[in-house]
């Protein structure tokens, strides 16, 4: 059964930098798409980017558009997502999921069909 893991997180303060993974073990990535989410205590988990199964397609929520960017090595069976000048307001566990969509050229951050969610790993920002 899919099952991803996340991993990067961390405590830095408004403006730093992170680097969130998300693998798959025994499993090849290469034919989902993978979308990062995000949920913060007591809000509902929000759709943060996603990368279709080809590569050629993001997506990007507008809270986090051009500071967040969503890439996959196919080689290493790995997803990242690059987070700069973080917020606040971007404090939250971070979690990535699969959807089956093989040689797509387009993904969406919608929840429901995504499958294989992680446990999360905590991006704390704060002063």
């Known amino acids: 059964q899919l099952q991803l893991v996340e991993s990067g997180g961390g405590l830095v303060q408004p403006g730093g930098s992170l680097r969130l993974s998300c693998a798959a073990p025994?499993?090849?990535?290469?034919?989902?798409?993978i979308g990062w989410f995000r949920q913060a205590p007591g809000k509902e988990r929000e759709g943060v980017s996603c990368?279709?199964?080809?590569?050629?397609?993001?997506n990007y929520a507008d809270s986090v558009k051009g500071r967040f960017t969503i890439s996959r090595d196919n080689v290493k069976n790995t997803v990242y997502l690059q987070l700069n000048s973080l917020k606040p307001e971007d404090t939250a566990v971070y979690y990535c999921?699969?959807?089956?969509?093989?040689?797509?050229?387009?993904?969406?951050?919608?929840?429901?069909?995504?499958?294989?969610w992680g446990q999360g790993t905590q991006v704390t920002v704060v002063s």
């Open positions: 990368i279709s199964s080809t590569g050629i397609a993001t």
């Open positions: 025994g499993f090849t990535l290469d034919y989902y798409d």
């Open positions: 999921a699969a959807d089956w969509r093989p040689y797509r050229d387009s993904c969406a951050l919608t929840i429901g069909t995504y499958n294989g």
